[in-house]
């Protein structure tokens, strides 16, 4: 059985350096749709990332957002919210995914970090993309104004931007 975090109970509603009741509920939908075998509504959007902890060895479920993803390869990169003391990025680095479910697809993965010049031509291509996706995750997150190069390249530097394909 997959683990989740418990749900911290004194969040603000909307949350500006962390985000509140309303936005985690936002960010768990695609987690829940997953769990209910549904993952297929939301395409290449977003992807679960079954992992390993690196104490206990028992698997955890993380749902992040699919920032690039190359059919060819079906490499899919994913970028840590958080920051580098993310439980999952942590348990990446400890050890080895067990396995993505992407939409309808699963597969089971291997995965390496980005250097800061691939993450920032990612986050770039990304932000060209998807401007209002950018926006309101920045808005949501606390992240700040990222149009600029070299605000993107700060975010780019405390962030791990993670590919994950099939081995």
């Known amino acids: 059985m997959l683990q989740e975090r418990p749900a911290t109970t004194n969040r603000r509603w909307w949350g500006l350096r962390t985000p509140g009741r309303i936005a985690m509920a936002v960010f768990r939908l695609p987690s829940h749709l997953y769990d209910r075998g549904r993952g297929n ?18 698997p955890y479920s993380t ?69 209002v996706r950018l926006w309101f995750m920045s808005l949501v997150l606390g992240w700040g104004d990222l149009r600029t190069e070299e605000a993107m390249r700060a975010f780019v530097a405390t962030r791990p931007f993670v590919a994950l394909r099939p081995i």
């Open 41 to 58: 509504l939301l395409g290449h959007t977003f992807l679960r990332l079954i992992h390993r902890g690196r104490r206990t060895g028992r």
């Open 63 to 131: 749902v992040a957002m699919v920032l690039a993803f190359d059919a060819a390869t079906r490499e899919a990169v994913i970028c840590s919210a958080w920051g580098a003391r993310a439980d999952w990025v942590r348990n990446l680095r400890a050890g080895s995914a067990v396995r993505v479910d992407l939409g309808r697809d699963w597969f089971a993965p291997q995965h390496r970090f980005l250097t800061d010049d691939e993450a920032a031509a990612v986050a770039t291509a990304f932000r060209r993309a998807h401007p």
